[in-house]
């Protein structure tokens, strides 16, 4: 158990619908990152915060938005959903930023656009 | 966008056998770290090598880099069936990459299979 927990773990949706993936770090940890996890596309890094502030942008979609709140839980809300964009939904923590800090990583939501 | 690249994408061997794997990437790099990922489940650190370290080892794990080839390899010794899992290389690189300056570029992976 990595200490990172997201909710929900499955989620299915049509076509069109929006939805939002929650995600609490590790205790002490102020860094939170998403990650998409698609068979094409492999682990694509989406946006990280810290301390409640966007530090990096990657390959995330306009579609898509996250934040970080006072508490340092985060949320990614997916809009306009395609079924592309069906894929495996990664949170992960760390105490730092700069990427000299190792991530830990929640279980994942998988999501399903019908 | 991929940074690294692993090599094989599949490895099959046995119990007690060692398992060699290895990543490739394209830019200069902070650090490399090793992740391991059981059958759509969370990602696990195994082990994080600066751009300055040469080899690093964690119990049955072994881990070189060489900077020059830009390359690491990743070795379990003495395999399990635990060990069964996917591999993943992760690259910090030194220079704003694809808007991920700082930040885990991953390889698609080594696919272990340990027979008991």
């Known amino acids: 158990d990595s200490g990172v927990t997201q909710t929900p773990k499955h989620l299915i949706t049509a076509t069109g619908q929006r939805v939002t993936l929650r995600c609490s770090p590790r205790?002490?940890?102020?860094?939170v990152y998403w990650y998409q996890q698609s068979l094409d596309q492999g682990l694509q890094f989406l946006i990280q915060y810290y301390n409640g502030e966007e530090r990096a942008k990657g390959n995330i979609l306009e579609r898509f938005s996250a934040q970080q709140f006072p508490d340092l839980h985060s949320e990614l809300n997916l809009s306009s959903l395609e079924l592309g964009d069906s894929a495996l939904y990664f949170c992960?923590?760390?105490?730092?930023?700069?990427?000299?800090?190792?991530?830990?990583f929640g279980p994942g939501t998988r999501l399903t656009v019908t | 966008s991929q940074q690294g690249e692993e090599d094989p994408q599949a490895l099959s061997i046995q119990e007690g056998e060692n398992a060699t794997m290895n990543c490739s990437y394209k830019?200069?790099?902070?650090?490399l770290q090793w992740y391991r990922q059981n059958s759509g489940r969370g990602l696990v650190h195994l082990i994080l090598i600066r751009s300055n370290e040469r080899e690093k080892h964690s119990g049955r794990l072994r881990v070189t880099l060489d900077t020059s080839k830009k390359s690491s390899s990743l070795l379990i010794t003495a395999s399990r069936a635990a060990d069964t899992a996917s591999y993943f290389c992760?690259?910090?690189?030194?220079?704003?990459?694809?808007?991920?300056?700082?930040?885990?570029?991953f390889g698609k992976g080594t696919k272990l299979s340990v027979k008991p």
């Open positions: 992760a690259t910090v690189p030194a220079v704003n990459y694809g808007g991920s300056q700082g930040n885990l570029i």
């Open positions: 830019t200069s790099i902070n650090n």
């Open positions: 205790s002490g940890d102020l860094s």
């Open positions: 992960a923590s760390s105490v730092g930023t700069g990427g000299g800090f190792e991530q830990y």
